[in-house]
């Protein structure tokens, strides 16, 4: 210690992993969290039953296990453990059928028929590179890569919009197997650059797979934490960072923070430049929240979807489209996306007995003040008919529950923002610097900044390896 003082802004992923970075090279790091608990969009708790334990946020983590951050801090050493289910994600169909993915690219493609060959044609490559890809593909893209080569293969794909690579395949299936994947970029699936965003998840899944955090997405944190002490660094909770001077006389301050939050605190102090970008800044679509405890699990008729950690529900690809495009004009669709979680497939201490906790929530438009829970019911008992008779409780997370519990989450958008095609490259502002804020000393680090939401914790390993070239 003693070569500078740092703040940290926000507890998440993000937050800590800056921290961290900064805490090994020897600052002085405090991290300073509003709420009472650490770990922001990776939190557990056991909202219905004592011992069933729900995921708040962020519950599947293929680019997590996949982190270089994650690699370098051996965050394993911790407490973290990943858990697989026999089948990473689903897709049912109205007939009974579903897409099924696996962490094994032939075994994927084997259940897909004849698509299975364009499935290898668009993934083999970047899944057994994944490793040596990820530097590229977590980071600003605006960057020089270090894998120039397999970078640009991998992005002749991925600069399309989904709805074109949709048309590679003929089964529906595959169709809504890949249109699942891509929604996960919560924008218009016919807008360039939508592919980017499922082929590195889906890349990341075929490289190690869709892993839960054994115990909850809350050990994630807790291991993150407990590197953090070990360097020497310090959390405190239950402190709210309103003003400029609460952060004076750090050296460096990250903000694990939405760009207007950084915005209402150092207004006067931004260059002209960055305000403007910052008060352009645009939030996309919110989840509606609802987690479930059902006896049993969920009835799928798919065999796939009932031994899947993942399910996305949506019917077909144009379906997802179209309802992708409705919350992105602000109308609420009467079939809304829905994504479904069974954890306790891969982590059954998440269970309680024959109770089992069941995650999902539904894209719904930013801000959305109604109520969505019938809509998510509907949707899951079209694929799995029974579910309702199985429901035992529910706790429900309306957009602004979301936003208040962290307000990152602005309007409910738990991506920190938009990512149409500009955000997703750029982040919050034109620049090759993204973390950069324009006052010496600061940088933001939070989703808003590239590579983007996950708990890879890779915006603030950037973040403050920037801010320390700068020191």
């Given at each position: 210690m003693g070569t500078g003082r740092a703040f940290v802004v926000g507890s998440g992923p993000n937050g800590l992993a800056g921290a961290i970075v900064l805490a090994r090279a020897g600052l002085d790091v405090t991290v300073f969290e509003r709420s009472a608990h650490v770990g922001g969009a990776t939190r557990s708790s056991e909202a219905m039953r004592d011992g069933l334990?729900?995921?708040?946020?962020?519950?599947?983590?293929?680019?997590?296990?996949?982190?270089?951050?994650?690699?370098?801090?051996?965050?394993?050493?911790?407490?973290?453990?990943?858990?697989?289910?026999?089948?990473?994600?689903?897709?049912?169909?109205?007939?009974?059928?579903?897409?099924?993915?696996?962490?094994?690219?032939?075994?994927?493609?084997?259940?897909?028929?004849?698509?299975?060959?364009?499935?290898?044609?668009?993934?083999?490559?970047?899944?057994?590179?994944?490793?040596?890809?990820?530097?590229?593909?977590?980071?600003?893209?605006?960057?020089?890569?270090?894998?120039?080569?397999?970078?640009?293969?991998?992005?002749?794909?991925?600069?399309?919009?989904?709805?074109?690579?949709?048309?590679?395949?003929?089964?529906?299936?595959?169709?809504?197997?890949?249109?699942?994947?891509?929604?996960?970029?919560?924008?218009?699936?016919?807008?360039?650059?939508?592919?980017?965003?499922?082929?590195?998840?889906?890349?990341?899944?075929?490289?190690?797979?869709?892993?839960?955090?054994?115990?909850?997405?809350?050990?994630?944190?807790?291991?993150?934490?407990?590197?953090?002490?070990?360097?020497?660094?310090?959390?405190?909770?239950?402190?709210?960072?309103?003003?400029?001077?609460?952060?004076?006389?750090?050296?460096?301050?990250?903000?694990?923070?939405?760009?207007?939050?950084?915005?209402?605190?150092?207004?006067?102090?931004?260059?002209?430049?960055?305000?403007?970008?910052?008060?352009?800044?645009?939030?996309?679509?919110?989840?509606?929240?609802?987690?479930?405890?059902v006896e049993e699990g969920v009835p799928w008729r798919s065999e796939a979807a009932r031994n899947a950690g993942t399910v996305h529900v949506g019917g077909t690809f144009d379906e997802i489209a179209q309802a992708e495009a409705l919350v992105n004009a602000g109308r609420m669709p009467e079939r809304p996306f829905v994504l479904v979680g069974q954890q306790y497939l891969a982590d059954p201490g998440r269970s309680v007995g024959t109770l089992k906790p069941v995650w999902s929530y539904a894209h719904v438009p930013n801000g959305y003040g109604g109520d969505a829970t019938e809509a998510v019911i509907a949707q899951i008992e079209r694929f799995a008919p029974g579910f309702r008779e199985r429901i035992i409780d529910f706790v429900v997370r309306r957009p602004g529950d979301l936003s208040a519990e962290n307000a990152n989450f602005v309007g409910g958008n738990i991506l920190t923002g938009a990512k149409d095609p500009k955000q997703l490259v750029l982040g919050p502002r034109a620049n090759i610097r993204p973390y950069d804020t324009g006052v010496d000393g600061h940088y933001l680090c939070s989703a808003a900044t590239p590579p983007g939401p996950g708990a890879h914790g890779m915006c603030g390993y950037h973040a403050a390896s920037r801010a320390l070239s700068r020191l």
């Open positions: 334990l729900h995921d708040h946020c962020s519950a599947v983590h293929p680019l997590a296990a996949g982190s270089p951050f994650f690699d370098d801090f051996g965050l394993e050493s911790h407490g973290l453990k990943w858990r697989l289910p026999a089948v990473d994600c689903a897709h049912p169909l109205d007939d009974g059928s579903a897409g099924a993915l696996y962490r094994s690219i032939d075994e994927t493609a084997a259940q897909l028929g004849s698509d299975g060959r364009m499935w290898r044609r668009l993934l083999a490559a970047p899944s057994e590179a994944f490793d040596q890809l990820r530097n590229d593909l977590l980071r600003p893209l605006v960057a020089f890569p270090d894998h120039p080569v397999r970078l640009a293969r991998f992005g002749a794909g991925a600069l399309m919009p989904a709805s074109v690579l949709a048309r590679l395949f003929d089964s529906p299936r595959t169709k809504a197997l890949w249109g699942g994947v891509a929604a996960h970029a919560y924008t218009r699936l016919d807008r360039p650059l939508t592919s980017s965003v499922g082929l590195g998840i889906l890349a990341a899944g075929h490289r190690h797979g869709w892993p839960v955090a054994e115990g909850g997405s809350q050990r994630i944190a807790d291991a993150m934490v407990a590197a953090l002490a070990a360097e020497g660094g310090t959390v405190e909770t239950g402190i709210d960072i309103r003003s400029f001077d609460q952060v004076h006389g750090a050296d460096i301050v990250l903000w694990d923070t939405s760009p207007t939050a950084v915005l209402a605190i150092m207004a006067d102090r931004l260059p002209s430049r960055v305000r403007r970008s910052y008060e352009r800044f645009r939030y996309g679509p919110a989840a509606f929240k609802v987690d479930f405890a």
